[in-house]
């Protein structure tokens, strides 16, 4: 079973520039979220989608990312303008099943430097 | 608002030790995840704990959970270098009809001869 595919895995970009990331989840895994890791803290959640419909995104900074998950599958999170505070990893993760056992599963992620 | 509490955050362990991880929260939930992460890589998940009472082991890493005490802990048994990474706890929060995952801070884990 392929995982979770992220891309691109490294981005350097100036600040006030834009950004987005593209997320492909694990075949069948309705929903999908977003996270922010800051080096040396824990991943925080910035957006969750349940098929394509977004059911958390309460952390999500709302005047500079957006994210959309068009079909229900694949997602992209975008950023504009960066600041020098966005660098970190975003993480993407899907699960099959967001009450149950409520597995995530992660994928590899996109490295951000904002210069 | 949940909390999600980890210590030590950073852990230098001699091979061949034992060690213990506590992961503390701060309001109900009966779904605790251990995830690992080695520098530079994702996020690995070790156990899925879920209800009180519960204890999952593989080789060498035990975690265990009490709701009432709202505590997990995950526990090293003869330490080796292999065990060098980040552990996180993650905790289950309801809300909106949904669930999602608070984490801790991590916990740095470095095993030395």
């Known amino acids: 079973e392929a995982g979770v595919a992220q891309s691109p895995r490294y981005k350097i970009i100036e600040k006030r520039q834009s950004v987005a990331f593209w997320c492909n989840p694990i075949s069948g895994h309705a929903t999908l979220y977003w996270y922010q890791q800051i080096l040396g803290q824990g991943p925080k959640l910035l957006i969750q989608?349940?098929?394509?419909?977004?059911?958390?995104d309460s952390q999500l900074p709302k005047d500079r990312f957006s994210a959309e998950r068009l079909k229900g599958v694949d997602s992209t999170l975008k950023i504009q303008p960066a600041k020098l505070e966005d660098s970190a990893v975003y993480l993407c993760?899907?699960?099959?099943?967001?009450?149950?056992?409520?597995?995530?599963?992660f994928g590899p992620g996109t490295r951000l430097t904002v210069t | 608002e949940l909390k999600v509490e980890q210590n030590p955050l950073f852990l230098s362990m001699q091979e061949g030790k034992n060690y213990t991880i506590y992961c503390n929260y701060s309001t109900t939930s009966d779904r605790l995840y251990w995830y690992r992460q080695d520098p530079g890589k994702s996020l690995e998940s070790l156990f899925v704990?879920?209800?009180?009472?519960a204890v999952k082991q593989e080789g060498r890493l035990m975690a265990s959970l009490d709701t009432k005490a709202r505590l997990s802990t995950l526990h090293i048994t003869a330490a080796v270098h292999d065990l060098s990474a980040t552990y996180f706890c993650a905790v289950a929060m309801f809300s909106g009809g949904y669930n999602k995952l608070i984490f801790g801070a991590g916990t740095r884990l470095a095993v030395h001869p």
């Open positions: 989608f349940q098929n394509n419909g977004v059911v958390d």
């Open positions: 704990l879920l209800s009180n009472g």
């Open positions: 993760a899907s699960s099959l099943d967001p009450g149950g056992v409520f597995e995530q599963y």
